[in-house]
């Protein structure tokens, strides 16, 4: 069985620091891969970053960027230079290969609030 | 523009009754996807369709049931038989995750569900 733990419930960064969102997996699969979302008020789910297992870098998209560490079964999201459209909901969530990569199995959230 | 359209955005259902939400999907996308989010939680999946005819129980298909007649929708029926169904409802679709596993799965805005 696969299983996300975001042990976060809420963060508090400044406006333009930088912040670290926790998220560890556990998982028997070879094969799988781990994304972030980001969830507004507004209620929609917002793709942000996805990691492979096999990737040998680290995922980066704009100011989002994800610290990947396979053997700790951890990836962690970092977003840079917060902005105050940054608070939000964020979701740690996992697909692997032995589910034929259908089912996403997601981890349940930290709430960032950004201040100016 | 190319997206996810759930409608209505708010239902309300009366003890006994069967409700239908809305999910169509204009992004030639072959899977699609039912999840719940009850507060302060991640999304659980409810059902989900590879393709057209097909369809598959989530981790808490009860008292849900689903049809995928067409390609762009994949509508769900709460029924009477769900006792809890007051929760926040999102539809995805995404690229077959079999073939394009580093895909990530497109959410629309969501329907929020509750008892009378």
């Known amino acids: 069985a696969q299983k996300i733990t975001q042990t976060q419930p809420g963060m508090f960064v400044q406006e333009k620091e930088a912040v670290t969102l926790d998220c560890t997996y556990d998982t028997s699969d070879p094969s799988y891969g781990l994304f972030w979302y980001k969830q507004p008020s507004s209620g929609e789910m917002i793709f942000l970053i996805y990691?492979?297992?096999?990737?040998?870098q680290n995922a980066t998209e704009g100011r989002y960027s994800l610290n990947f560490q396979k053997a700790r079964k951890s990836a962690n999201l970092v977003i840079s230079a917060s902005q105050l459209g940054d608070s939000a909901m964020y979701f740690c969530?996992?697909?692997?290969?032995?589910?034929?990569?259908?089912?996403?199995?997601f981890g349940t959230g930290t709430r960032l609030l950004v201040s100016p | 523009d190319g997206g996810i359209t759930q409608s209505p955005k708010y239902l309300f259902r009366k003890e006994g009754q069967n409700v239908t939400l809305s999910c169509e999907q204009n992004?030639?996308?072959?899977?699609m996807y039912w999840y719940r989010q009850d507060p302060g939680q991640g999304l659980r999946l409810i059902y989900y369709s590879q393709i057209v005819n097909d369809f598959q129980k989530g981790d808490i298909a009860e008292g849900y049931s689903v049809s995928r007649e067409k390609k762009e929708s994949f509508p769900l029926t709460v029924t009477s038989a769900q006792k809890n169904p007051t929760a926040f409802y999102l539809c995805a679709s995404s690229r077959p995750p079999s073939v394009y596993s580093n895909q990530p799965q497109h959410f629309g805005d969501g329907t929020r569900l509750s008892i009378l």
């Open positions: 992004l030639n996308h072959d899977a």
């Open positions: 990691q492979g297992s096999y990737d040998q």
């Open positions: 969530a996992m697909r692997g290969m032995n589910t034929g990569f259908q089912k996403l199995v």
